[in-house]
């Protein structure tokens, strides 16, 4: 169904729509950092440590679960082109759950770990979630968007909280994400339905959108192996207790990334996917003011974390958790630049910038993973921290002035591809 026609101009519909998202993703944030605490004196750093491994591998799989497919929903011509993508979305969640189950029981015989059965299911209910989400987007539902949210998040956060006083250990952990992530996706009414409409219709759309699996499919799944292999990478060097430590620290560190970042990109998406494939100079005028605002709010961030990071960790979570602070402070600049990155991801997706966001993004995990292991060397865990933070201001600086200074057009939109103005921007 499309949208009701929005009479405001698209700077106050952002806004709007962005407030929206805030408030809402304010609400899903606060509920997991306040429970936080409890948490920590729930369940222990080893605890933790093995759950932190399995969301990283079920985040992995999760992202390519519809294949990207989702993500080309705000650009769908019509109606119809739209439903195609949502059911050959589903059919490759299908798939892709499948084979989760077939990877799942190889991890369970290998490790004899008990909740690893739950992997398959944890990758469809975000996999699905994500294909909702991109649905509401389209259709400008911000208010659902808000709503499921706080479902996803805090509701996780507080089933955990009752898991962890029935002592369930790691499978509470695991479980009581996925009973909020499918509750978010019901909030969001996914239509599950679509069995009518023909494999050539499907494999037509598919072929019309297939930039998103052969290019932001590889760009996604790669950057959520970066975080899966950091994780295997402390357990293995460090024990779990210290993958428990960097688990805890990212999940506090990114949550304003996570809470500005998302709320800023569902509702700056279709904006952009609108204006055409090559911006205007209005667009990149207006994607330098968000950058700067981002850099502000970004810059007391990093002063706040190196201020106060070991004191706050062991003041709220207990003295045991005192070395995450430290690790905090370390990460701290890497925080603040992943705060500013987070919401421009769909920038290259709208300005249909895929391959050279694939090209640049490798060389940043390439860079990150061997920041963190030089560190962990010579350093332990906080030395990785400062590893990876030194790392990442010369990618992130990269990117951010590669996107302030973009090929514009001064005609307005066209349909020419615009990785290919892009391609002389590769690292």
């Not at 600049?333 to 640049?360: C, D, E, K, N, S």
Request: glycine share 10%; net charge positive.
């Amino acid at each position: 169904m499309a949208p009701a026609p929005d009479h405001r101009s698209p700077l106050q519909g952002l806004v709007r729509a962005s407030l929206t998202l805030v408030a809402g993703g304010a609400l899903a944030q606060a509920l997991p950092l306040l429970l936080g605490p409890l948490l920590t004196r729930l369940f222990s750093p080893v605890d933790f440590g093995h759950y932190h491994l399995f969301a990283a591998v079920a985040a992995n799989l999760a992202v390519v679960a519809c294949a990207r497919y989702e993500f080309a929903l705000p650009l769908a011509a019509d109606a119809g082109e739209a439903q195609a993508l949502r059911v050959l979305a589903l059919r490759i969640a299908a798939l892709v759950t499948l084979a989760s189950a077939v990877g799942a029981a190889g991890w369970w015989v290998w490790s004899r770990e008990h909740w690893v059965v739950w992997l398959p299911l944890a990758v469809a209910s975000a996999g699905l979630v994500s294909l909702a989400t991109l649905w509401a987007t389209r259709e400008q539902r911000f208010s659902a968007l808000a709503a499921s949210r706080v479902l996803q998040y805090g509701g996780a956060a507080l089933a955990q909280a009752a898991a962890g006083a029935l002592g369930w250990g790691v499978t509470g952990l695991v479980v009581a994400p996925i009973a909020a992530t499918l509750l978010a996706t019901l909030a969001l009414r996914l239509p599950l339905g679509g069995a009518g409409l023909r494999w050539g219709t499907l494999a037509a759309v598919a072929r019309r959108h297939r930039q998103f699996p052969l290019l932001n499919t590889p760009h996604a799944f790669l950057g959520a192996l970066q975080d899966t292999a950091s994780v295997a990478l402390i357990a293995a060097s460090l024990g779990p207790a210290a993958a428990g430590f960097w688990g805890l620290s990212l999940r506090y560190l990114k949550a304003p990334a996570t809470l500005v970042g998302s709320a800023v990109s569902q509702a700056l998406y279709p904006k952009l996917a609108a204006a055409g494939a090559r911006p205007t100079p209005a667009a990149r005028q207006a994607l330098r003011r968000v950058m700067a605002a981002l850099a502000a709010l970004a810059l007391a961030l990093v002063a706040g974390l190196w201020a106060l990071a070991p004191w706050a960790f062991a003041a709220l979570f207990g003295e045991p958790w005192r070395a995450a602070g430290e690790l905090a402070r370390a990460l701290a600049l890497y925080i603040g630049l992943h705060f500013v990155a987070a919401p421009l991801a769909v920038v290259t997706m709208a300005w249909q910038a895929q391959a050279w966001a694939l090209r640049l993004a490798v060389v940043g995990q390439v860079a990150f993973v061997a920041a963190l292991a030089a560190g962990l060397h010579w350093g332990g865990l906080q030395g990785a921290g400062w590893a990876v933070s030194a790392a990442m201001a010369g990618y992130f600086g990269y990117y951010f002035w590669a996107l302030a200074t973009w090929p514009v057009s001064a005609h307005g939109p066209t349909d020419e591809p615009m990785a290919a103005a892009g391609d002389n921007r590769a690292p």
